[in-house]
T-cell receptor, first 111, second 112 residues
C-alpha cells in the first residue's frame, strides 16, 4: 500500500509570492490534516479535512488555506509569503482519526 | 500556548542506556497520547501510544508511563541503540481525533 505522497518535496519562493502544496493520502483514508514544522516549535496544526469538509482549523492567519477533493487528495495554499513561512509542511492521513500517517513533507524556503 | 510541553530538548546517551523523555499537558479532555519518531528527511512515524485508562504500555524496547493525576507521560527506551537516534515527539488529542497537539520534540543521540 502506497504511503502518503507530498509534492513538491522542496521549493524556494520569494516574499509576496504564493505557493500550493499537494498531498495524496493513503488509499481509503478520508481524513487529511496539515502541520507546519519549524525548529523549536514542533508541529503546529494547520487544518484537517474529512470528506471535502474542513472540520478544524489551527491558529494560523487567513493566508493559509486548504481544500480536499472528492478523491481525498488535498492541497494547501499560502498566499503573500513571508520569511517566517519557511518550514517543513507535513501532511498526514488517517482512517479512524487515531493514527496519523505522515508524508515526508514539503520543505518551503522563502527568500 | 503550547498545550503539550516536552523535555528535554536534546538528549545524549551511551548505547545500552535508558533515555527518558517527559511530556506534560493541561487539557483533561485529551484521551489519546501517541509518541512519534522522526528521522532526518522523513515524516514522523507512530512509535507507541497510550490511553489514560492504563498507567503503562510496553512495545518492544519502548515503554510509555502515564500519570493521569499529574497529567504527565513519558517515553522510556530500553537498551538504546545508535539506530534509535532520531527526534521524538509526544502528542495528545481528544476523542474527535481531528487535531493533534504536539510537543516541541526531543533530539536523541545514542553514542556507540
Amino acid at each position: 500500500k502506497a504511503g502518503v505522497t507530498q509534492t513538491p518535496r522542496y521549493l524556494i519562493k520569494t516574499r509576496g509570492q504564493q505557493v500550493t502544496l499537494s498531498c495524496s493520502p493513503i488509499s481509503g483514508h478520508r481524513s487529511v490534516s496539515w502541520y507546519q514544522q519549524t525548529p523549536g516549535q514542533g508541529l503546529q496544526f494547520l487544518f484537517e479535512y474529512f470528506s471535502e469538509t474542513q472540520r478544524n482549523k489551527g491558529n494560523f492567519p487567513g493566508r493559509f488555506s486548504g481544500r480536499q477533493f472528492s478523491n481525498s487528495r488535498s492541497e494547501m495554499n499560502v498566499s503573500t509569503l513571508e520569511l517566517g513561512d519557511s518550514a517543513l509542511y507535513l501532511c498526514a492521513s488517517s482512517w479512524r482519526g487515531v493514527e496519523l500517517f505522515f508524508g515526508e513533507g514539503s520543505r518551503l524556503t522563502v527568500l | 500556548q503550547q498545550q503539550v510541553k516536552q523535555s528535554p530538548q536534546s538528549l545524549i546517551v551511551q548505547k545500552g542506556g535508558i533515555p527518558i523523555i517527559n511530556c506534560a499537558y493541561e487539557n483533561t479532555a485529551f484521551d489519546y497520547f501517541p509518541w512519534y519518531q522522526q528521522f532526518p528527511g522523513k515524516g514522523p512515524a507512530l512509535l507507541i501510544a497510550i490511553r489514560p485508562d492504563v498507567s503503562e504500555k510496553k512495545e518492544g524496547r519502548f515503554t510509555i508511563s502515564f500519570n493521569k493525576s499529574a497529567k504527565q507521560f513519558s517515553l522510556h527506551i530500553m537498551d538504546s541503540q545508535p539506530g534509535d537516534s532520531a527526534t521524538y515527539f509526544c502528542a495528545a488529542t481528544t476523542n474527535t481525533g481531528n487535531q493533534f497537539y504536539f510537543g516541541t520534540g526531543t533530539s536523541l543521540t545514542v553514542i556507540p
